[in-house]
């Protein structure tokens, strides 16, 4: 008899664990499509609502659509808009702030793979990265980072075409 109620509860167990994945799944896709349909009008502040704790690694993001904003910086005027904003808000995070700066080399970009199609995005937020002002020194340290990186990258792009 016990074993039947430890096997009853085991296939409990499972089948909810089973559901709570179906869930997720369903969850990401709807956010998925929401994502989409929000980019292509470039509005960034009326994204489907992620949990206030989506996590971004171990972290929690208090501007998750500034994430999805960065993606788009240099390409699109409204995701522009939005990121600079969210780097410039006081109350959003230190950290939260830097890595939206510090990840313009990264995000909507594979640097490890850069062709010359990514070198007119490079240039554009080289550009937007040269006018920037700091607001505080985390900022500054972040500007100067993604400068450093951007330019980097940019120079081995133009270096390679002259090769060419």
Known sequence: MKRWIVVVL??????????????????????????????????????????????????ELQDPAAREALVLVGADAKAEEYWLKAINNPNLPAKEREDLIEDL???????????????PLILKRIAIIEKLEAMDEVNAAAIKEAHKDLTHMRDRLQTAATAQ
């Not at 709570?20 to 489907?48: C, E, H, M, P, Y």
């Not at 080399?105 to 070198?119: F, H, M």
Request: charged residues 20%.
């Open 105 to 119: 080399n990264e995000v909507g970009l594979d640097p490890k793979n850069l062709t010359a199609n990514d070198l």
């Open 10 to 59: 085991a296939f409990a167990v499972i089948f909810i664990a089973g559901i709570g994945i179906v869930s997720q799944l369903r969850n990401q896709q709807q956010a998925s499509s929401g994502r989409k349909g929000a980019n292509s009008r470039a509005d960034f502040a009326t994204l489907s609502d992620p949990p206030a704790g989506q996590l971004r690694g171990k972290r």
